[in-house]
């Protein structure tokens, strides 16, 4: 007998927040407030459905290796993490974002190797790649903005959704890599063993986001 419980990986922040709405429709409220408890594991009014608290850029790894059924994850991130063992299902349309290069306005004139800086490596390699041009490539954690300030880049590959952060930092959105939204995804074991549960909240997901709801 095939256990029927889900887990679900979600990380604190904006996704949580925008997820929230969508978890509800769906019948799912948390027990606890991830910016007030310390819990990591929280407990949802349903008693087979279960949420872990991670960061942003683990989700897609703890539903890989099964610690997690699905999970709500940034394409940024699904595109760095690389999906294996991955199935999309859904566009959430949340968090949306676009992945950009960023820098001073004359950025992109500077000739010989680009000194990017970035948390986004295996994009900016694959984009600049694209394009022919030779980098080369400073990881960063956060705060990518910083490093053209104090030239320890020319640019940035970093996601911009008002373009406040760059301009109160003097800096530009130059080119577009990717559109972002959140995706939920899950994992090919949850996918076949749990294929009931897990078809029957994505119905109902879906019927939310293409009613036009605003989550
Ligand atoms: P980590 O903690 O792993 O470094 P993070 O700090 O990027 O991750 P969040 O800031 O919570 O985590 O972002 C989660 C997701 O939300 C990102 O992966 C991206 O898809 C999206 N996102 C990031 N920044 C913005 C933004 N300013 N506006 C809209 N969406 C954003
Ligand atoms: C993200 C991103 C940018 C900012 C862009 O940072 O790294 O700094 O948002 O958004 P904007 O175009 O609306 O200004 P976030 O707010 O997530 O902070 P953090 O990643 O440093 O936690």
Known sequence: ????????????????KDTLPLLAHVGITPQDD????????????????KLLILRASDVPTYVQYGAADMGVAGKDVLIEHGGEGLFELLDLNIARCRLMVAGRPDAMLQTGR???ATK????????????????????????????PLVDLADCIVDVVDTGNTLRANGLEPLLHIA??????????????LKHR?????????????HAGATP
């Open 179 to 192: 559109d972002i939204s959140s995706r939920l995804i899950v994992n090919r074991a949850a996918q076949k």
């Open 197 to 209: 549960v897990i078809a029957d909240l994505v119905k109902q997901l879906d019927a939310y986001l």
């Open 34 to 49: 991830p910016e007030t408890t310390r819990k990591l594991i929280l407990d949802t009014n349903h008693p087979h459905i």
């Open 120 to 147: 986004y490596t295996h994009s900016a390699e694959c984009y600049f790649a694209e394009q022919g041009r030779q980098i080369e490539l400073i990881k960063l954690y956060g705060s990518m903005e910083l490093a």
């Open 114 to 116: 680009l000194r990017v």
């Open 1 to 16: 007998m095939v256990n029927q419980n889900i887990i679900i990986a979600l990380s604190k922040g904006r996704i949580f």
